[in-house]
């Protein structure tokens, strides 16, 4: 006989995304807190923070359950990293491995591995991967546009994209992560170029850009990303405009944003249905800062 497959089996294995957190930032300062989120879309107050103070690190998940946030720092640079366990623990300071630099991207790729890539020190285009056991891995040269202030996610279940930034002007280019972490060129630009946006997953295979530093102005506009990497047009922003915030994934197939900068700092958040549609604002809680970083776990 054969065996009977479950008809979602095909993508079983994707990781759950149950929970979050949001880490580091900017104050003013830099600093090291924390705030987790729980399934429910709920942020907690402040964590004491871990690991070195910095703002403009960058965050995905590993392993299936757990995450990292690496590389960052305001005023200085670094490659350090921190491991987050599957219960949202966040460990002491790795040593850095890849080129130090900040406002760069990371996102998870091949179900349980993950990739850092772009940033600025000055501008870069590498990337870096993370193997399914928390270990960073030196650089690999850079395809695409060099630039910082840019998003990424996951789509798919098993690919990833980054998307927008700024390289002396704002860009709407992405580039695609295959399911073995290979960066693809450029692709041309959807939706308004901007700088300091966030990105995470939704529905368990697809993807949302938001929110934005266009041009001499805060955004609050989304577009999404199908379960194939195309991004859609602009979709009418719902909340407070505002850039260099983060997102990531909780409850499995639902995202949040929050955080980041209006003119100050906000710790506003925003939920995101898994069916893709951006709730309006969430009374902030936590440190209210900016070029903060985030990713989901267990």
Same mark, same amino acid.
């Given at each position: ?52 103070? @910095? ?91 060099? @630039? ?93 405009? @505002? ?56």
């Amino acid at each position: 006989m054969f065996p009977i497959i479950p008809a979602n089996s095909a993508t079983a294995s994707f990781p759950e995304n149950d929970e979050g957190i949001f880490g580091y930032g900017w104050t003013g300062s830099n600093v090291s807190m924390t705030n987790l989120v729980t399934n429910a879309g709920v942020v907690g107050t402040d964590v004491t923070g871990v690991g070195t103070a @910095r703002g403009g690190p960058a965050a995905c998940e590993y392993g299936g359950d757990k995450g990292i946030f690496g590389f960052g720092g305001i005023y200085f640079l670094t490659s350090v990293s921190n491991l987050v366990s599957n219960s949202g623990v966040v460990a002491t300071d790795t040593t850095g491995v890849g080129t130090s630099r900040q406002k760069l991207e990371a996102c998870s790729y091949g179900d349980d591995k993950g990739i850092f890539g772009f940033g600025q020190s000055p501008l870069r285009s590498m990337t870096n991967l993370v193997s399914n056991t928390g270990v960073v891995a030196s650089d690999t040269a850079g395809v695409g546009t060099a @630039r910082s202030g840019l998003a990424a996610c996951e789509y798919g279940g098993d690919k990833g994209i980054f998307g927008y930034g700024n390289n002396g002007g704002q860009y709407s280019i992405t580039n695609l992560v295959s399911n073995a972490g290979v960066v693809a060129s450029d692709t041309t630009g959807v939706g308004t170029a901007r700088e300091g946006p966030a990105a995470c997953g939704y529905g368990g295979d697809k993807g949302i850009f938001g929110f934005g530093h266009p041009y001499m102005v805060y955004a609050s506009m989304t577009n999404l990303v199908s379960n194939a990497g195309v991004v859609a047009t602009d979709v009418t922003g719902v909340g407070t405009a @505002r850039y260099h915030l983060a997102a990531c994934e909780y409850g499995g197939d639902k995202g949040i944003f929050g955080y980041g900068n209006t003119g100050s700092g906000t710790a506003v958040s925003n939920l995101v249905s898994n069916a893709g549609v951006v709730a309006s604002d969430t009374t902030g809680v936590g440190t209210a800062r900016w070029y903060i970083a985030a990713c989901s776990f267990n």
